[in-house]
């Protein structure tokens, strides 16, 4: 199958899912391997852009630090720290992907962004275009990139993917949690159940469901997860919440087909 036929799908490896966000800088490698061992298997099918979070590594740094608070507020060596942490727990995801014989080039959006006030306005997309062109697969992952605003801002995976979309339209989004989906309280039963389609009817209610984040989470939790994927699924792009510790859920949301989930779609 050439390059210019293959489905684009993005994939996110969430932080609350390949490492233990409670526990900091602890890597959930059983998690790690068999994602990567299920992206070994399609690989070669699509045009994989691959991205991970930096939950329990890059989250708790870059809140002591006041990282999205901006420059004058996180000094020079708390930017750094963080990097440093982000990159820590790419050298593991790499090192899995590598080990499963999937040729991943990590991309850093800190080499190649730029944000304004907390969004992006300028991404470089050169190096993803020619680590397609060369059979490899763009790993990307949350950064804190420079803002001609604020100095510096936290990028969360969804952000980048936000704005990726609009450049690159992918026919799915596959985003791995460390739950079966997006859940909350049904208010017709009163009971706490698994949200399989979030779409313009109960966008609104789910919202308003939704947990906040119990451990540091600088890029908003999962409110700001689902706001972000809402408003890239009114492109007519096909999104879907999967549990990445579940065998083959990842597999079946990236061929489009998955088990268990949240289907995000806007416009229902």
Request: proline letters at 4%; hydrophobic letters at 35%; a neutral charge.
């Amino acid at each position: 199958m050439t390059e210019d036929i293959k489905e684009t799908v993005f994939v996110k490896l969430g932080g609350s899912a390949i490492t233990h966000k409670g526990k900091e800088s602890q890597a959930n490698l059983p998690v790690i391997d068999l994602s990567s061992s299920q992206i070994s298997e399609l690989y070669t099918n699509f045009k994989l852009i691959l991205a991970h979070g930096g939950g329990g590594f890059a989250h708790p740094v870059a809140e002591r630090h006041n990282v999205n608070k901006g420059i004058e507020k996180c000094k020079p060596l708390g930017l750094s720290n963080t990097r440093r942490a982000i990159q820590d727990l790419n050298s593991i995801v790499l090192t899995s992907l590598h080990s499963k014989e999937v040729p991943a080039l990590t991309i850093s959006p800190s080499a190649c962004s730029e944000m304004e006030n907390g969004r992006f306005i300028d991404f470089n997309l050169s190096p993803v275009h020619h680590a397609h062109k060369l059979g490899a697969v763009p790993l990307l992952h949350g950064d804190v990139v420079y803002d001609s605003v604020k100095g510096c801002s936290v990028a969360s995976t969804e952000m980048i993917f936000s704005y990726l979309s609009t450049r690159i339209k992918p026919k799915r989004i596959v985003i791995g949690a460390n739950v079966d989906g997006v859940f909350w309280d049904n208010p017709d039963n009163g009971k706490r159940e698994l949200v399989e389609e979030i779409n313009s009817r109960n966008l609104e209610d789910v919202l308003s469901a939704v947990e906040e984040p119990k451990t540091s989470d600088v890029t908003g939790g999962m409110r700001h997860k689902i706001e972000e994927l809402y408003n890239i699924s009114k492109h007519k792009i096909e999104i879907f919440i999967v549990n990445l510790s579940k065998k083959n859920y990842l597999r079946g949301a990236i061929l489009g087909k998955p088990e268990v989930g949240t289907r995000i779609k806007a416009g229902e």
